[in-house]
């Protein structure tokens, strides 16, 4: 099957690559130049395990390109649009001028019997809309909706063996039978594995992402609301956890209080979520979705306070080293990262603050040059008065406190992801402080 993509930031480049890995001849439509040339050189244009490997095997082969030409999409069965909804500047909507411009560009060059499949995370109510626009330009083409539920640093693998696949198409029967045949196509290899199949309508499809995303929120969020309890009663969040995750119902994963989660989805997702649910008038049934948006960002600042109290309430002048930069480990993206946050708000109350990360240090420089960025970790713990762990990364929850504590100047570690056993730790002569730990 001959497949375009339309967009090739982080969904559209993983999808286009690993469309080919399925055996498709695939094009990547992207208007940023730079970002064509590096990936025609095979050459990701971000970090994510095992894409570099993909997308040099398949340019090679000559079953992926990429172009800046929007009429090279021309001939495809399947247009995947794959563009970003980022939130809006004037408020928490998501921003469709990428999706509505990328179908809007993409009609003139589409012809009867081809299906322009939405990947983007967009507020419910959008395919419906897209699929009239579709219509009324009289293509011939058809509109359906397949979410992505890709999960950075395992992007390749949600690509190839996802826990689940989401159809949502048209009302009309006989488009209906079009798109799914298309769709079970492409994604034949993937179905034959045994994936499960959701086939359903455009709401349905729409919401199973950003409903998966408010529930996975309000998960982490509550935990964390916990260990603000457990930090003024006396209690470890971290046993609470273990002890609740025994109950079936409930599970253990995703129970890890920390400072929080952050990226370029779940945050403005959960916001995009409650503006849409208040523009359908429904806005009290996802209203703690608002609290959840604040625990989370309350761990930021609590984490800042952890470090200023171990400095006795005067962080200015004092060197603090931050372990991580990402929102998250195999990734290289700050998008409303805690890390970064928490290193920023530590330089504004006039600490010197070194931060490291194995990937995300450029990202994060191009945002915060004011930082003391040094790709060493052993430069970064030198002569520091206190170390904090936001991002955990191998290289930094296995860390020796014995070695370490002959590199800093002051033995105090704020463990913001409770990574560490605070025993060990201790042990070897330091102040430990976790988050809703003892």
């Known amino acids: 099957m001959r497949v375009s993509v339309i967009g090739c930031g982080y969904l559209g480049a993983v999808h286009a690559a690993a469309m080919a890995e399925l055996g498709h001849d695939v094009v990547g439509i992207d208007v940023d130049e730079r970002k064509v040339a590096a990936l025609t050189r095979g050459e990701a244009p971000f970090f994510e395990p095992g894409l570099p490997e993909l997308l040099t095997a398949h340019v090679e082969s000559g079953r992926l390109r990429f172009s800046t030409r929007m009429e090279d999409a021309a001939g495809s069965r399947i247009h995947f649009v794959a563009v970003g909804t980022p939130q809006s500047k004037t408020g928490n909507q998501a921003d469709m001028t990428y999706v509505d411009g990328a179908i809007a560009s993409l009609l003139p060059h589409t012809t009867a019997g081809e299906i322009i499949v939405g990947k983007s ?32 640093g395992w992007a390749v693998k949600d690509s190839l063996a996802p826990d689940r696949l989401v159809f949502g198409l048209p009302p009309e029967p006989e488009q209906a039978e079009v798109a799914e045949s298309a769709l079970r196509e492409a994604y034949g290899p993937v179905l034959d594995l045994g994936t499960p199949l959701v086939v359903t309508d455009f709401a349905t499809a729409e919401l199973v992402k950003v409903a998966a995303n408010a529930f996975l929120a309000t998960k982490i969020s509550f935990i964390n609301a916990m260990a603000e309890i457990a930090e003024v009663t006396g209690a470890d969040v971290t046993q609470l956890a273990d002890a609740i995750g025994h109950d079936e119902r409930i599970g253990r994963r995703f129970l890890g209080a920390g400072v929080g989660f952050g990226g370029g989805c779940l945050p403005k997702d959960i916001r995009a979520f409650t503006a849409r649910a208040e523009e359908l008038g429904r806005g009290e049934s996802v209203a703690f ?28 002048g004092k060197t603090v080293a931050v372990l991580g930069l990402a929102f998250k480990p195999h990734s290289d993206d700050v998008r409303d990262s805690p890390a970064l946050d928490v290193a920023v708000r530590l330089k504004g109350l006039g600490a010197h603050v070194r931060a490291t990360d194995p990937e995300a240090i450029a990202n994060s420089r191009a945002l915060h040059p004011q930082l003391d960025y040094r790709e060493s970790l052993e430069e970064t713990l030198d002569g520091a008065d206190v170390v904090v762990l936001v991002t955990e990364w191998d290289e930094y929850r296995y860390l020796d406190p014995a070695h370490v504590a002959g590199l800093v100047a002051g033995r105090r570690i704020v463990d913001a992801r409770n990574s560490y056993d605070p025993q060990s730790w201790r042990a070897a002569g330091w102040t430990y402080r976790g988050l809703g730990r003892r």
């Not at 979705?289 to 005067?314: G, T, Y």
């Open 121 to 152: 995370t967009v507020p419910v109510g959008s395919a419906s809309r897209l699929a009239a626009v579709v219509a009324e330009s009289g293509s011939g083409a058809l509109l359906a909706w397949n979410p992505e539920f890709l999960r950075e």
């Open 289 to 316: 979705l608002k609290e959840i948006d604040a625990i989370n960002l309350r761990r930021r600042q609590r984490v800042v306070d952890h470090v200023v109290e171990l400095l006795d309430d005067q962080p200015h």
